[in-house]
């Protein structure tokens, strides 16, 4: 029989595949779950004898969250990557991980076919097609919502109809979690106008009294939160725990997708945001004006690029080139004021603060140049506006 690999979450759109592909295309499905950060043990064990009662000959659990850290989430937070000013990419950056490890699971053993969920009305299609297609050109790409232009109730029906019983309540909203963040869409997504519930985000309000904690920062990197020191990975998920206790994070992105359709998808990404937010802060201490200048518009492209699933466009190495040598001076710490449904950044140390005291004070003293010589200064730096002016006259 020929083999296919299915990337599987364990959500109502890979039930269907894993079944589907079984018991109606007659393949061997070896589904694959790559975990970015959104499973425990527990939850891929469970993983595991869902995919097997669903039909699946083989089932993998690959954890890939150092991986994504390394050679994304890193790059995101050196750029302060906002998509829009206000997603974090938790999806759109992940689902290209998933994607290369689902692209080195088939060609390890050596699959015919590599399946996956999506349907043909987002963006995911055109992210896992885009690796598949890169590092798997000889694979056909299955993807049986997609091409049966199938609804969630017809795939609950026939998963009904071959004797499968889910929660089908909780298929009412797509959760997508991960270590940098948690995208939620559901009925309320679809339409411009709503807003989503409380109950459909992860983490609800379980802390009211504000808190300060601290986050240090080396070369840009995190390492360590109120004075601990750990790896990175470790501190994103101890400020989400501490964080998302808040309710903080919260939004709904409105954007372009890649298949040319405005989209709109809620987000809970508590830890992601305060790092961007305390890290952008540090950097605007430390960094030049030209630098910040220059690392905004290349980071909005890498962004984009992301966004897009051109991860493996060479351009991308160029640019985490770039964002990582920005970093050399972006080393300190950043207190954190968290309140329920938001935060604050309160102020930064570090040994490369370029607001120096001794050159002078904003709005009050100046040590480092005269009245006469600020005043010479402002003649000159006016000289080409005056021309222009005194031309138009």
């Known amino acids: 029989m020929k083999k296919v690999v299915l990337a599987f979450s364990g959500g109502l759109d890979t039930s269907y595949c894993s079944m589907y592909l079984s018991k109606n295309c007659g393949f061997d499905v070896y589904a694959m779950t790559v975990n970015t950060g959104g499973f425990d043990a527990v939850e891929a064990e469970s993983l595991k004898q869902k995919a097997i009662a669903l039909g699946a000959k083989e089932y993998r659990f690959n954890d890939r969250t150092e991986d994504f850290y390394e050679k994304g989430i890193k790059y995101l937070l050196f750029g302060n990557v906002l998509k829009n000013s206000s997603y974090p990419l938790s999806v759109s950056a992940e689902r290209v991980f998933q994607a290369l490890a689902i692209a080195d699971y088939a060609r390890e053993i050596n699959a015919d076919a590599i399946a996956h969920g999506s349907t043909g009305a987002g963006n995911d299609q055109i992210r896992f097609d885009l690796v598949f297609q890169t590092l798997c050109p000889d694979m056909e790409i299955i993807t049986p919502i997609r091409d049966n232009s199938l609804s969630r109730e017809m795939e609950i029906e026939f998963l009904k109809q071959n004797g499968v019983e889910l929660d089908w309540k909780k298929a ?59 790896d990175p990975v470790a501190i994103i998920k101890q400020l989400q725990e501490i964080s998302s206790q808040y309710a903080i994070g919260r939004d709904i992105h409105v954007g372009d997708t890649i298949i040319g359709i405005k989209g709109r998808v809620g987000f809970e990404a508590a830890a992601p945001l305060v790092l961007i937010k305390a890290h952008h802060q540090l950097e605007k201490h430390v960094l030049s004006k030209h630098q910040l200048f220059i690392k905004d518009h290349l980071a909005d492209w890498y962004g984009n690029l992301m966004h897009e699933g051109q991860y493996l466009d060479p351009v991308m190495r160029d640019i985490e080139s770039f964002l990582e040598n920005s970093q050399n001076a972006v080393t300190g710490n950043v207190k954190v004021r968290l309140m329920p449904y938001h935060f604050l950044i309160e102020g930064i140390t570090s040994p490369n603060d370029l607001m120096q005291s001794a050159y002078g004070q904003y709005g009050e003293t100046n040590a ?17 506006t005056k021309i222009l002016n005194t031309l138009k006259s």
Do not use: C, H
């Not at 480092?368 to 080409?384: D, L």
């Open 368 to 384: 480092a140049w005269t009245g006469e010589e600020a005043r010479s200064f402002a003649k000159i730096f006016s000289m080409q």
């Open 172 to 230: 009412e909203y797509s959760v997508n979690q991960g270590l940098w963040g948690t995208s939620v869409g559901g009925k309320e997504t679809l339409t411009s106008v709503e807003y989503l519930p409380e109950s459909a985000f992860p983490s609800q309000l379980r802390k009211n009294e504000a808190e300060t904690i601290s986050i240090g920062f080396k070369k840009g990197e995190p390492v360590s939160l109120n004075g601990e020191e750990d």
